[in-house]
């Protein structure tokens, strides 16, 4: 199949890039002419091209959110009736069984409403025999076959290789031909039956479509931390999606669940190789997804992404350590790729994904080299020669380069800020804002997400950092399982998450001071979350009421949202133990 | 009796399995993945031509 990379598409990714170089470029001018202007040494030019780099993948960032700040609705074709045969997956594995049927029969009630005949299969790898009993026990009410009821199969997989991918995998060989395309979900997944309908017809429509990805909404957060996820997923995501989709075109992404894909493109392009070599670089493939949809491209299959088609959530981890242990995985998911880049076939977008994905962790190492590149040079800056001349009668004083650093400081920020305050002025004039609880209130949960992730940043630093070492230095981190539901900690469980990064954060603090004081300002707002950062995880764990991160499903919550709830709310058929496996 | 892979008690449909061939994602150096590896294959093919 020809490969189309529309004018559209290339226009978009020349300005983003031609956006992020001129950025990139303006950053490491005033840190040449800052760094330089009495010399310069190793380590001078060491954090010019830190901030090179580290500015490129902010500014990349930022272009990705700002093009998708115009609404395009793009025109809306006929769809055919949705009637080709589908199987909505759910692949699990030491899931809590309770919450995890509950989500199914939800969906299962909202495809027959919305007309729709569908079939489910509950693909379990669950390994423990309690465990699996449990699971079965509760999804057996939706397997027997009754004529009012979607058909249900489950199905518990004896070998468990290659883990999500594998057990989808195994499916798709075994009994995929039934089916011409495939809902993928995750355990937390939720998708109304009217969004399966409008995917699977528009995969009929669009023969080329190999995957269609939605942008799923993050609901259930209580706390704190979990709240804030679900403001910025439901507020800025969007936008920031929308430009994704026009930057990859018909390379878009895959991010393993809430998408459909045609099975016969799946079968014909996924069979995923074990990779040479130990974990974490060889073994099996962590982030699947990814490399899934560059194989399907590769294959001369269309992947695309759809932030507009609405109906389709997921949840998200409700504290700091929940969040950074499933980015440890995703960490060695994406440093894997390093491994693929030079994969025969794929397509220079496909490349470029992996390697943003690699950035996107290296960069926090990046943004921590820099700081010490910073210290190390003002440390080893020679002493200011005031009569540089033999026989001079007025002192000469080095140039005042602030202005230039201040400069510096304030374009990094903005390219931090600059989006999230794009979307708010556009999300206002796009009458988006009163599913928010109003614009005051849309501009109260946007200053509180900004001054919270400003806060929470340098933590994430630390552990992203800490993951990218441990990656790099051969130690696998293995797959472990979700955890779903409640996040509050307590303080000893943030103190022991925590207490490596407030230390590290009082030991730059004191280094700082004691070999650079003149930077000690600068580096504040790094070393004082990180001191915190006990406090900040337990302070964030907690859980808040919703008047601040509204969000337009909790005003109106979806059906099958609304439906999952009062299921999963209902006394339990299953014993207490069941009900409280996870 | 739980369903699993080893049984047909899953009902779900019989069907002729579908082909799903391994993916070629690494530049696969025939000699093997070390360079000893790769320079005794090396050696090898040039006394092979050469025999």
Request: some cysteine.
């Amino acid at each position: 199949m020809r490969d189309r990379l529309t004018a559209a598409t290339l226009g978009w990714r020349v300005t983003a890039l031609g956006f992020a170089l001129l950025c990139a470029t303006a950053a490491a001018v005033l840190m040449t002419d800052a760094s330089f202007a009495h010399g310069g040494s190793l380590w001078d030019a060491a954090r010019v091209a830190l901030i090179f780099i580290t500015t490129l993948w902010l500014a990349w960032g930022a272009a990705q959110a700002l093009i998708g700040l115009p609404d395009l609705r793009r025109r809306v074709r006929e769809l055919p009736a949705p009637t080709a045969p589908t199987v909505v997956l759910l692949p699990i594995c030491n899931e809590d069984p309770v919450a995890a049927s509950a989500r199914l029969e939800a969906m299962e009630q909202s495809c027959r409403a919305a007309g729709l005949t569908v079939d489910f299969a509950v693909l379990s790898d669950t390994r423990d025999r309690q465990a699996q009993a449990r699971e079965y026990a509760a999804f057996l009410p939706l397997l027997r076959e009754r004529p009012d009821r979607l058909r249900v199969y489950y199905r518990n997989r004896t070998d468990n290789h290659g883990r999500k991918a594998g057990n989808i995998e195994e499916f798709i060989r075994r009994s995929g031909a039934a089916w011409e395309f495939a809902v993928i979900l995750d355990a937390d997944s939720l998708m109304e039956g009217e969004t399966i309908a409008h995917m699977i017809a528009r995969m009929m429509a669009e023969p080329r479509l190999g995957l269609l990805q939605t942008l799923p909404k993050i609901v259930g957060g209580s706390s704190l931390f979990g709240r804030a996820m679900m403001f910025a997923a439901s507020f800025h995501s969007p936008v920031f999606a929308r430009g994704l989709q026009r930057l990859q075109g018909e390379t878009g992404p895959f991010w393993g669940h809430n998408a459909i894909v045609r099975v016969r493109a799946l079968a014909q392009c996924c069979g995923l190789p074990q990779l040479t070599g130990p974990a974490p670089f060889g073994g099996t493939i962590l982030s699947h997804d990814y490399v899934e949809a560059a194989l399907l491209a590769r294959g001369g299959w269309r992947v695309e992404v759809d932030p507009a088609i609405e109906g389709s959530y997921e949840e998200g981890p409700d504290n700091i350590i929940a969040y950074a242990r499933r980015d440890r995985r995703w960490c060695q998911g994406n440093l894997q790729h390093i491994r693929l880049l030079t994969a025969p076939g794929l397509k220079t977008w496909s490349r470029f994904v992996f390697v943003q994905g690699i950035a996107a962790y290296l960069v926090s190492t990046l943004w921590a080299a820099f700081m010490i590149a910073s210290v190390l040079a003002t440390v080893t800056e020679p002493a200011p020669n005031y009569f540089p001349e033999p026989y001079q009668l007025f002192p000469v004083f080095p140039d005042d380069r602030t202005r230039e650093i201040v400069a510096l400081a304030i374009g990094i920020g903005g390219l931090l800020l600059l989006p999230k305050f794009a979307i708010l002025a556009q999300a206002v004039a796009a009458r988006r804002t009163p599913g928010f609880g109003g614009a005051l209130r849309a501009t109260a949960g946007v200053l509180a997400e900004v001054v919270l992730s400003s806060f929470i940043a340098p933590v994430m630093l630390a552990y992203q950092t800490r993951a990218v070492l441990q990656v790099l230095s051969g130690q696998d981190g293995g797959w472990p399982a979700n955890q779903r539901g409640e996040g509050r900690l307590s303080l000893p469980e943030s103190i022991a998450a925590g207490g490596w990064i407030a230390l590290w954060g009082l030991a730059v603090l004191l280094a700082t001071g004691w070999l650079a004081p003149a930077l000690t300002i600068w580096l504040l707002p790094v070393t004082l979350p990180m001191i915190a950062a006990p406090l900040l995880i337990w302070a964030t764990s907690l859980p808040i009421l919703d008047g601040l991160f509204r969000t337009p499903e909790d005003a109106r919550p979806s059906p099958v949202l609304s439906h999952y709830r009062a299921l999963h709310s209902a006394p339990s058929p299953l014993p207490a133990a069941a009900a409280h496996a996870a | 009796m739980i369903p699993t892979t080893d049984d047909t008690l899953t009902g779900l449909p019989p069907v002729a399995p579908l082909d799903m061939p391994t993916q070629v994602l690494e530049r696969v150096n025939p000699a093997g993945d070390s360079p000893r590896a790769a320079m005794q294959s090396l050696l090898a093919r040039l006394f092979l031509r050469h025999a």
